[in-house]
């Protein structure tokens, strides 16, 4: 095994015996020698004792290659409420180095943005309990309100402050660069329809149908209809997409997004459950998400919880998961929702 490896290289790079090193340990030189050979590995109490008497961390101990390390990183941001700066910083510097010698830039380059990103969210999470502690004290601190808003994303009555000219104008020049890649249209479209340029929406929407016969272009055409205010032409290419894309779970999702967008919720319900149904395990937890949020929406305390408590079981059994943080959110969401009944 590599730990084995790599506590023989170590040792003898010390010039110690496998007795010498034995008795630091105080274990006995053939449980050194298993070791090494490979027979065996350390007790994992071991593990800290070795790891400081070498002068060494305990990924280099067990020789994690690029690849290991980045898979690492990934699973503590899935895996952790808020990184200790110890191990952001070290992760930065890990990244950055990998990055310098062009192994799988791509991949380091979105992992510090993962990183930076996960942090942001729980500091969020916390400056929006801080400003609601400070309303809950004095309800007309203007301060606290717009920091409130700032935390949880909400949307602020400037137009200088909710546009989305700057996002706008990269992904102008991404599907410029990338005319071929179809989801950089996506994030295009969406700004420029929330920002009520439409007719620009719609000219990269005919680019977006040269390369992407999918769903999305009738799901996009309906959108860009609704903005502009022509509701039954929408609702016709909504209709479209369904009867052309019946066994797509995202054509379900996208539909329930929709009816609860028009506060239709019992349509809602009923795609959600759909694209459920469509999909093949392992299930994404999207579907069971907006069901949770539209039924709190609908004063059902009990079927929120229930759809959550749907996704916990999800997780356990399709994801092969039941601890960290993706898992404990739900734990808490589903506590909120508990003292609210």
Not at 131 to 139: E, F, T
Not at 142 to 156: I, P, Q, R, V, Y
Request: proline share 4%; hydrophobic share 40%.
């Amino acid at each position: 095994m590599e730990i084995g490896k790599k506590i023989r290289e170590l040792r003898i790079a010390r010039n110690l015996t496998q007795e010498a090193l034995a008795a630091e340990l105080s274990v006995t030189p053939q449980a050194i020698s298993k070791w090494e050979c490979g027979t065996t590995t350390p007790d994992i109490q071991l593990l800290p004792d070795i790891a400081i008497f070498f002068g060494v961390t305990l990924d280099e101990l067990f020789c994690l290659t690029d690849d290991n390390e980045l898979d690492r990183i990934q699973n503590r941001i899935w895996d952790s409420r808020l990184l200790p700066q110890a191990e952001l910083e070290r992760a930065e510097r890990f990244l950055q180095s990998r990055i310098e010698a062009g192994y799988r830039p791509g991949r380091c380059w979105c992992l510090r943005a993962q990183l930076h990103n996960h942090q942001a969210q729980q500091h969020h999470a916390l400056a929006a309990e801080y400003a609601r502690q400070a309303l809950a004290v004095s309800p007309t601190e203007k301060d606290a309100h717009s920091e409130l808003c700032e935390a949880t994303g909400g949307t602020f009555g400037d137009w200088c402050v909710h546009n989305h000219a700057r996002r706008i104008a990269y992904y102008r020049e991404f599907v410029a660069a990338h005319p071929d890649y179809p989801r950089g249209y996506l994030w295009l479209l969406d700004d420029l329809i929330a920002d009520g340029r439409l007719t620009e929406a719609q000219d990269y929407l005919v680019q977006m149908a040269r390369v992407d016969d999918s769903y999305r272009v009738p799901l996009y055409r309906g959108k860009i209809l609704r903005a502009e205010g022509r509701m039954e032409e929408a609702r016709a290419c909504w209709a479209e997409m369904e009867e052309r894309f019946p066994d797509e779970w995202l054509v379900s999702l996208s539909l329930g997004d929709l009816a609860a967008e028009l506060q239709d919720y019992d349509a809602a319900e009923r795609y959600y459950r759909r694209a459920l149904t469509q999909q093949a395990p392992p299930r994404y937890v999207d579907a069971l998400e907006s069901l949770a949020i539209l039924r709190e929406l609908r004063g059902d305390t009990a079927g929120a919880i229930a759809a959550r408590e749907e996704q916990l079981e999800l997780y356990r059994t399709e994801w092969s998961f039941t601890e960290g943080e993706t898992a404990d959110s739900v734990r808490r969401d589903i506590a909120r929702l508990r003292e609210q009944l």
